[in-house]
């Protein structure tokens, strides 16, 4: 069985995840699915499970990049699958757990990711404006290009890259793909807090953050090398660089954080129920309630 447990930041994924993981009593592996928790170095910021938890050694995907190094959703899908397979060959149960929505559906579903060819010119792109390169691609694929802000020169480039190299639009290769499940007995639980609970323990959690050292370890992994362009996006991360320079206060830093948390916790929760099958619960215990139950109704018959 795969259980995937998803939702907002700071609704209790990694507590949930590990009850089930105890409960279980197979000791499935926990694959994670948070986009910065690949990272080494972030692990205040990102909500990290310990090294000296007993949990840790059965979690893939946690501390296997650099900061300096950036992740895709497509290497992602590719690492992740493959554990997945290894896992089901062998029976085992599965968690995976995180709050990255496309980390989750390019897992579960038949999604393909295309890389343009190497081949592909892209120094013909270099005399257009960014305005007319967004042009161009409307008239190529004006679904994709409403999707791109006209100032993201680099993935508007990129867009067009991959239209020249597949002879056909983004939107029109997207559509050939089913988009169904390629995995069998998966179980999508998504934890969901009523609003003003969730958005007080993203609260806490960030004070958290800064009293356990989240500046310090910005500042540290931040002297070691420059953050790529995948790992500088984690929530924090540019907050505590500014503060470290002085342009703004702690308070301003903490309200900052706060604020785009919670803006990202929204989005995630509108992901997670128009994407994904969820089953939606207001907390982990309302969640372990229900497996607790039928667990012993299987156990009796």
Partial sequence: MIYVICGPTASGKSSLAHQLFDLLNTKPLILNADAYQIYRGLDI???KVSKDSKYYPYYRLIDIK????????AEY??????????QLKQGKDIIVCGGTGLYIRALFYDYEFYEHDKHVDLTVYEKYTNEELHDLLKQLDISEANKIHPNNRKRVIRTLALIQSMKMSKTEYNSKQEHKIIFDNVKFICLFPNRQELYYKINDRVDEMINKGLIDEVKKLSTISNFSLTSINAIGVKECLKY???EISLEELKEEIKQKTRRYAKR??????????????NNKDEFIKEFERNFKNEKRN
């Fill in 45 to 47: 910021l990102s909500a």
């Fill in 66 to 73: 650099n900061i300096d190094e950036t992740f895709s959703v």
């Fill in 77 to 86: 899908q590719n690492m992740a699958r493959s554990i997945i397979y290894d």
């Fill in 244 to 246: 470290l320079k002085k």
């Fill in 268 to 281: 995630q929760f509108t992901f997670f129920k128009h994407q994904l099958p969820c089953i939606m619960y």
